[in-house]
């Protein structure tokens, strides 16, 4: 079975604190995604990465950066955390097709 | 602008009952439309695939139907059970664009079953 962990399930972090969620995923997947997940808006992407040092933007990037050093492991990082980021934060893999992605457990992000 | 939306955000169907998801998508360039179902607590969990050449493909007790014509896309669960709860989503994939693959969810529809 394909696994994508992440590395809480909860977090809580003061405004203007620099936040790393890291994601691993165990099935050699070159394709991972970090999305976030609000109330009444469904998935937004926020970036992707398609290989590894390699990432592209998705929808809503503003506030986020990644890093993909190594195949299996992806990050997301806000360099100065807002209460606007309080969210739940998911990160997927896929190989192909590229549509049928494996999600992780999701990370609750909130920013006070 | 192009986007997939639900009709129902809640649906609340009798155990042993069948249930049925619709979708509406606006962008017929959409090369396949999927349906992922997110329990409480869990990330969200592929269920379906379909192709846009095709208007209906089945699954263990679940089955897809497209209707081109009317852009609309639904989700059949047949003789639901209590492990159906959860919020399903459909997406469509938009194929490439601006180099990457795009791929857009709808908001959710939460299903419940009542014993």
């Known amino acids: 079975d394909v696994k994508v962990t992440q590395s809480s399930r909860y977090l809580v972090k003061r405004t203007g604190e620099k936040v790393f969620l890291e994601c691993v995923q165990d099935m050699d997947h070159e394709n991972m995604f970090w999305y976030r997940q609000d109330p009444g808006l469904g998935l937004r992407l926020i970036y992707f990465?398609?290989?590894?040092?390699?990432?592209e933007k998705g929808d809503i990037p503003e506030g986020y950066s990644v890093s993909r050093e190594k195949k299996e492991r992806f990050s997301l990082i806000l360099e100065s955390a807002s209460t606007n980021q309080t969210s739940m934060y998911l990160c997927?893999?896929?190989?192909?097709?590229?549509?049928?992605?494996?999600f992780g457990p999701g990370t609750r992000l909130t920013v006070t | 602008g192009e986007s997939v939306g639900l009709h129902l955000p809640t649906l609340s169907v009798q155990e042993g009952d069948n249930s049925i998801i619709n979708c509406a998508y606006s962008?017929?360039?959409?090369?396949?439309f999927i349906w992922y179902k997110q329990e409480s607590g869990k990330g969200p969990q592929f269920i379906i695939d379909?192709?846009?050449?095709?208007d209906k493909r089945q699954g263990q007790r679940v089955t897809v139907l497209l209707n081109k014509t009317v852009k609309h896309l639904s989700l059949q669960i047949a003789a639901t059970q209590p492990g159906d709860s959860a919020v399903y989503f459909c997406?469509?994939?938009?194929?490439?664009?601006?180099?990457?693959?795009?791929?857009?969810f709808g908001q959710g529809t939460r299903l419940t079953i009542n014993p």
């Open positions: 997927a893999s896929a190989g192909t097709p590229l549509y049928e992605q494996y």
């Open positions: 997406a469509e994939n938009m194929g490439v664009i601006q180099g990457a693959q795009k791929l857009v």
């Open positions: 990465s398609y290989d590894v040092k390699m990432k």
């Open positions: 962008n017929s360039a959409s090369d396949y």
């Open positions: 379909i192709r846009s050449n095709m």
